[in-house]
């Protein structure tokens, strides 16, 4: 295929008059069922100096892969890409992948993922070889490919690992780039840069999908579970660098440190709720996950609790501004501590404060609340009707805790209350200028939320 004439013609794309922009687009949509037309665009991909031809170049090259890998499996009538250039594609990607910058590396992953779901290991035998060597490279763009990689490979088995046959490739897999994985983490963890944040994200999100519904074996041994605990407790614990604490709240969150710090919570609650509860194992769990629940209950729980309530209490006293899904987390974990005896001897001492300083405030109106119901009260409602739409939302969580708390530990209904009479007592007897109505609306939210709790049958028991 002529590379020159393509480019030409993707370059055409971008002009500012719309009929050269739409018979440039014609041409290529001829051009892409043509024989050689991926490498085509590698090749302009690999020698383009102009950044909004490779982004543009890099996207006609996304798109292709991803219809035409699998088009019978995908029910796509577009035309298959010839198994002869496959292989060529194969090879180019990871290099490219490592050259390339974020908006092309963000265009190019997709692409990866798409085609280790059909073709590794079988087609793509030496795939975690290359990605191994990225990883123990000493290039800082070496080393995130790989990252990228390994999460790539993690994503494709993360459903696959309940058949017998793809846990023990999964496994061999974890057991020849996990350790390397937690060293690059926990340089990371010590790093300020956006760049390092968004590293460890990919660290982060990595081990999510390698445990999402099996445990690999090298993960269930002792050391490495203390390793990489000790790991997701030092992300949450790190201080929050400059470039991931400016503009409002909402876009904090957004940022790659926020995000390492909720993949860090949720690897955590993963692992207690899913792994590390021996009563919340299923009848049909493996042997071995009963040892490792019972280990993971009294080692790892109760020092897991204590990280979690330190950020709370730096939380509670103003030193600290943690994002949602860290609130939301925090609490769904401190709904987990509130059965098993192993953690709740704990968890108890903390509770009054708890109740006090964390559910309180959390179930009270914000001034986000207050300014949603004067501009828009049908959302406003609908926000607070659907609680549990919201993903991640810690008033749904601080909910649900006071919901547990009172149905597993029914003395603990008559502190919450005896706490609501006196929020509700304190605004009645109060100067009408110096009532606070947030505050008694958050009191009778917390007994709302517990009616059905207080109106059961047995809650003296």
Known sequence: MDVAGLRDRIQATLDANGDIRRQAELDLKYAESQPGFPNALCDILQAE?????????????????IRGWSPEEDHSLHKPIPEEERGSLRNRLLPMLASSPPPIRSQLVPMLSKILQHD????????MDITLQLLNGSDVNSVFAGLQCLLAI???YSYKVTEDDKKAEFDEIVDHSFPQLLNIGSRLVNEESEEAGEMLRTVMKAYKHAIYMELPSHL??????VDWCTLFLRIIDKTPPPCSMTGEPADRELTHWWKSKKWAYANLNRLFVRYGNPSALGKSSKPDYAQYAKMF?????????????QQVDKWVSGGLWLSK????????????????KAVWDHLKPHIENLVAHLIFPLLCQTDEDIEL???????????????????????????NFLIALT???KKQTFSILTFVNSVVSKYESAPDDQKLPREKEGALRMIGSLASVILGKKTTS
Request: glycine share 2%; proline share 8%; hydrophobic share 40%.
């Open 154 to 156: 993690c994503r494709v």
């Open 297 to 309: 209950m009294t080692a790892f729980a109760p020092e897991i609790l204590k990280g979690y309530l």
């Open 120 to 127: 590794f290991p079988e087609k793509w035998p030496n795939f």
């Open 407 to 409: 149905k597993t530990r």
């Open 49 to 65: 100096q102009d950044q909004a031809v490779r982004l543009s170049t890099v996207v006609y090259l996304k798109n292709r892969v």
């Open 373 to 399: 119901f004067d501009s828009d009260p049908a959302e406003y409602l609908h926000r607070k009707l659907n609680l549990f739409e919201e993903v991640s939302a810690p008033d749904a969580a601080a909910t």
């Open 220 to 225: 269930m041994s002792d050391q490495a579970t």
């Open 325 to 340: 899904p860290a609130l939301y987390y925090t609490l769904v974990f401190l709904e987990e501590c509130v059965k098993p």
